[in-house]
């Protein structure tokens, strides 16, 4: 029980579909965030919201849309992806992003794989 | 910008032995974190152990202890008596120390294999 729950842990869509993936934090954190990992490539930070607001986009193109209804829920919103966008999706949350150091807690995860 | 290299993309290591992962990085910045996460098959990223950068004693968890070198911008991982679980992805990562959120900049990870 990692205290974060990402689902779906598989996704397999057509490009011109729309899925939302869904974390959930159940360990009282205020910050969470969306990071890529392709392979080979090195993890890619995608997205912050920080008591719900957004507070860090690092260049993620508009096919993905960020959702942060509460402190306790992240989505992230897919639609029109290309194949380059197949990879794991992590999520992670933090006590807060904004007083230094915390420990990010991750999730197991979203193998999303575009077709 | 920070920049986190890891030169080794692969790696093993006999059941017991000592090995050592290592990790460059690039900043301006005299204030930050360093990170060595652990991500086994089973995908959950698992924090290993971490470093401020302005303690100069290396952080120590276990079997886990790092090698601190911030002239040279070195961060290796020394993993002793190597477990079969110890078998996973490591990722180093760097952290900027100020209010303005957690960046986290990964290195692009090196693949341990614990043989029995």
């Known amino acids: 029980e990692t205290g974060v729950t990402q689902t779906p842990r598989h996704l397999v869509m057509g490009m011109t579909n729309k899925k939302s993936l869904k974390c959930e934090q159940h360990l009282g954190h205020n910050a969470m965030y969306w990071y890529k990992q392709s392979a080979k490539k090195p993890l890619e930070l995608m997205f912050v919201?920080?008591?719900?607001?957004?507070?860090e986009n690092n260049s993620v193109p508009s096919r993905f849309s960020p959702e942060c209804p509460n402190s306790s829920h992240l989505f992230l919103h897919l639609h029109t992806l290309q194949p380059e966008d197949s990879a794991l999706y992590l999520c992670a949350s933090s006590q807060d992003a904004g007083t230094g150091y915390q420990p990010q807690h991750f999730g197991d995860g979203t193998r999303l794989s575009i077709l | 910008a920070q920049t986190v290299t890891q030169s080794q993309p692969e790696m093993s290591v006999q059941e017991a032995e000592t090995v050592t992962l290592s990790c460059t990085y690039d900043t301006s910045e005299n204030n930050y974190y360093l990170f060595w996460y652990k991500q086994p098959p089973s995908r959950q990223m698992i924090l290993v152990i971490r470093?401020?950068?302005?303690?100069?004693q290396n952080a120590t968890e276990n079997r886990f202890s790092v090698n601190f070198q911030k002239a040279a911008k070195s961060f290796s991982l020394k993993i002793s008596d190597s477990q079969l679980g110890d078998t996973a992805m490591y990722f180093c990562?760097?952290?900027?120390?100020?209010?303005?959120?957690?960046?986290?900049?990964f290195g692009p990870g090196t693949r341990l294999s614990v043989l029995p």
């Open positions: 990562a760097f952290m900027r120390r100020d209010n303005y959120g957690q960046n986290f900049v």
């Open positions: 470093q401020e950068a302005y303690k100069q």
């Open positions: 919201y920080n008591f719900k607001e957004q507070t």
